[in-house]
């Protein structure tokens, strides 16, 4: 179904994109590529969320003009929605942005792989879980790439850019003329579990959280001095209300399994947030509580 117009252009886009995922990266990621004109297949199996998602990137197309974080003088690109990916094979670009699991990523790209055209770029968008892993999947292991998209995306102006062992040029050449195309800096790295930011970042929410949970300090404490005394600009546990205490959890299980290092152990408190339903901004309640 078609839910948002797109004027016709003389010069069309370079890139139309499949999304899979309709959760809170998928629709920032789709929010970002439609606010640049790029046209944008979102696909999600829950009925509920894709229903929901049309409104969500609506709102988010509108706080992004707000703060000026879209071009003034590009008409939105076109959005559809589906509970399949039928559509794929009409794409320049998949982008997969399901939750953080090694299994269901796997599973989906498998399926996306075999339904594309051979040459379409691949994109797993994920915090924390090797590319090459994930490549053992894929039909064809150059195709794929990985990216870090930090949230919400349309305000974040630069991604981490992974490139697997057996990613390819063609397909570096292609992300990185996609993130030109939505005005994104990216900045490549090489394959690792958690590559750099989540493996420096998630670690010290972990200590922050264990921090609070000891009884140490409050979580407004904690943010108030990572802040003013060390510069980080909205505070660990924010952070972690905004990434997604569950995500949060899910990718420190990810490294914990790759690494071995205890650090990234989910503390007891993350594991009862989660537990409890509080997964931070989208559901409410986090550290903090959101209208």
Do not use: W
């Not at 399926?111 to 064809?140: F, H, K, Q």
């Not at 005005?183 to 609070?212: C, E, Q, W, Y």
């Not at 914990?256 to 650090?263: A, C, H, I, L, P």
Request: hydrophobic share 40%; aromatic share 2%; with cysteine.
């Amino acid at each position: 179904m078609t839910t948002t117009p797109h004027e016709e252009s003389q010069n069309p886009p370079a890139h139309a994109l499949t999304v899979l995922g309709a959760g809170v990266m998928g629709v920032g990621i789709t929010a970002l590529a439609l606010g640049h004109g790029l046209p944008v297949h979102l696909v999600d199996t829950d009925p509920d969320r894709l229903d929901r998602a049309p409104e969500k990137i609506g709102d988010e197309l509108r706080l992004a003009q707000l703060m000026s974080a879209l071009p003034p003088d590009i008409a939105p690109g076109e959005l559809t929605t589906a509970a399949t990916s039928d559509a794929a094979g009409r794409a320049t670009a998949v982008i997969e942005a399901i939750t953080e699991s090694a299994d269901l990523k796997a599973k989906v790209l498998a399926e996306i792989s075999a339904a594309v055209r051979p040459g379409t770029l691949l994109i797993t968008n994920t915090s924390s879980i090797p590319v090459d892993e994930l490549a053992d999947a894929v039909d064809r292991p150059a195709e794929l790439v990985g990216t870090h998209f930090m949230n919400p995306p349309y305000l974040i102006k630069t991604a981490e850019v992974v490139r697997g062992p057996r990613t390819g040029d063609a397909a570096m050449a292609a992300v990185t003329s996609l993130l030109a195309a939505v005005r994104r800096d990216g900045v490549v790295v090489k394959d690792a579990p958690g590559f750099v930011t989540s493996r420096v970042l998630h670690p010290m929410i972990n200590d922050a959280a264990r921090v609070v949970q000891e009884g140490t300090a409050t979580a407004e404490a904690v943010d108030a001095l990572m802040q003013g005394c060390l510069g980080h600009p909205t505070g660990p546990l924010r952070t972690a209300d905004l990434i997604g205490i569950d995500n949060l959890v899910d990718s420190l299980k990810v490294l914990y399994e790759r690494t071995g290092d205890d650090g990234c152990r989910p503390c007891d408190l993350l594991l009862k947030l989660v537990a409890e339903g509080r997964h931070g901004r989208k559901s409410g309640q986090g550290f903090y509580t959101y209208p």
